[in-house]
């Protein structure tokens, strides 16, 4: 998303009210300025903080911004071209992720991101268990590179795989599992394969990686197999990236007829299957289908699970694994990259997994989720009938919602940021032009009492 002359429009306006208005007069907050010039609240504060740098204006905390004194003296901004030629152009999906990442402004309903409200994040449980961890001398030492064996092993036991402890190592959260997982397995040039939509992260890295992405259709019963198989067939990839339990963004699961379909063109093609496990804790409707590595003797599958998504973003622990040399090459991979995981992370990780308080997390964290969940489709339903789902997930975090034929969604998205509420266009979650508009709307990270109010204000938004 580019809102370059959004910021410009921005910069140009505060400087002109700033030169006709006395030293310390307040200027526009941050959500008359995104109403205003139509522009997202990230763009907004950046040009403020540009406007900062200059000394033409100062913010103070919990109050606003300001004019700043006149004649103000500051030192000559350094001149930073240069790197503009060093550096190259700016890696795709860069923005994007920033986007996602990005922390919503105060008074606005997030219905975007990928983590648990701090409400629905065990955070007590996890403080005792990293006080615990860090009681221990042993948790400071340098431990086994490939990770916490004890940690390992419990991945190993809980996902039901059938991998072994020694299969696993551990990374630093499910994103950095990717990452070592395509550039072990392949090189710059090679091909991937990706569902379409699929995980924005997981199109950053690969193209991060230099591989090519090349995306194959789901539909409500997750990646369809003959285009998968078709797929392979044309292109040759020998690495396929999949979520087949409640896939972010679209929620959908694959479905069991389709499960031993998809193994039989992974293993025609010589592939590997790269299966994101990131919702396993996040089931909100009956039992979770087992993963696909659990059916997988010959090593096809390579697996990864986090525990960042059902507990909190700072817990970065996750482990991913695979059978043979494919687990050999995952292990040195993480070994170049970073040595090993801290040891009191993985202590306090294994701490709170080990204890009642996990059993706990999950059995609350379910209802929690329904109730979000249930209630935006409630407000759908309500403001914007024509907006509902597809399919609902029966897990995960997100509704993949299709807009009408011709909604430009990105500009929806920042409409919808001017009125105060967040959410995220469809278009970024595709590796190539998407077939229809969508919105990904984010069900964890507000309550319930407040869906209602965050679709009034989408449906304004989509109004205007």
């Not at 997030?110 to 042993?138: E, H, K, N, V």
């Not at 991945?155 to 550039?183: N, Y």
């Not at 091909?191 to 230099?210: D, F, I, R």
């Not at 009956?286 to 699970?305: E, I, N």
Request: net charge positive; charged share 20%; with cysteine.
């Amino acid at each position: 998303m580019n809102d370059g002359n959004a910021a410009d429009r921005v910069i140009q306006d505060l400087r002109r009210r700033a030169a006709a208005a006395d030293t310390g007069t307040r200027l526009p907050s941050v959500r008359e300025l995104t109403a205003l010039h139509q522009a997202s609240p990230v763009t907004v504060a950046e040009a403020v903080r540009h406007l900062v740098a200059q000394g033409v204006v100062e913010t103070r905390p919990g109050r606003g911004t300001f004019v700043a004194p006149k004649g103000a003296t500051r030192r000559p901004s350094p001149d930073l071209a240069w790197q503009t030629v060093a550096l190259g152009p700016r890696r795709a999906g860069e923005a994007e992720m920033q986007a996602l990442l990005a922390l919503p402004p105060a008074g606005a309903i997030p219905l975007s991101g990928g983590y648990l409200d701090p409400d629905l994040q065990p955070a007590a449980a996890l403080g005792a268990a990293l006080a615990r961890a860090a009681r221990q001398p042993t948790a400071w030492q340098r431990g086994p590179a490939e990770g916490h064996p004890d940690l390992r092993a419990w991945f190993a036991r809980e996902a039901g795989t059938g991998l072994r402890p020694d299969d696993l190592v551990i990374c630093p959260g499910g994103q950095a599992a990717l990452s070592t997982a395509l550039r072990a397995l392949a090189s710059p040039g090679d091909t991937v394969l990706v569902e379409s939509p699929t995980y924005l992260g997981a199109l950053a890295a690969a193209q991060a990686a230099g591989l090519r992405v090349v995306p194959v259709p789901v539909d409500a019963d997750g990646v369809r197999p003959d285009q998968l198989g078709a797929a392979f067939e044309r292109t040759g990839a020998r690495l396929f990236y999949c979520q087949p339990l409640y896939a972010n963004p679209h929620g959908a699961t694959l479905a069991a007829h389709r499960r031993a379909e998809v193994a039989r063109a992974v293993a025609r093609a010589g592939a590997f299957l790269v299966e994101d496990d990131y919702a396993r804790d996040l089931t909100i409707d009956g039992p979770a289908p087992a993963p696909l590595a659990a059916d997988d003797p010959d090593g096809h599958v390579v697996y990864l699970r986090s525990l960042t998504k059902s507990a909190a973003p700072a817990l970065r622990v996750a482990a991913i694994g695979a059978r043979g040399p494919a687990g050999a090459r995952l292990r040195a991979a993480r070994l170049l990259d970073d040595f090993f995981v801290a040891g009191p992370l993985q202590q306090a990780a294994l701490e709170f997994v080990s204890a009642p308080a996990w059993a706990r997390h999950r059995r609350a964290l379910r209802t929690a989720l329904r109730d979000r969940r249930d209630a935006l489709l409630a407000a759908l339903r309500r403001h914007l009938p024509d907006l509902g789902p597809q399919h609902v997930p029966r897990g995960g975090l997100h509704l993949w919602v299709r807009l009408p034929a011709g909604t430009d969604d990105v500009a929806l998205a920042t409409a919808a940021a001017a009125q105060g509420v967040i959410v995220f266009p469809g278009r970024p979650w595709h590796a190539t032009e998407p077939p229809a508009p969508h919105l990904r709307l984010t069900y964890a990270a507000a309550p319930p009492d407040l869906m209602d109010e965050a679709v009034r204000r989408l449906a304004r938004a989509i109004r205007a």
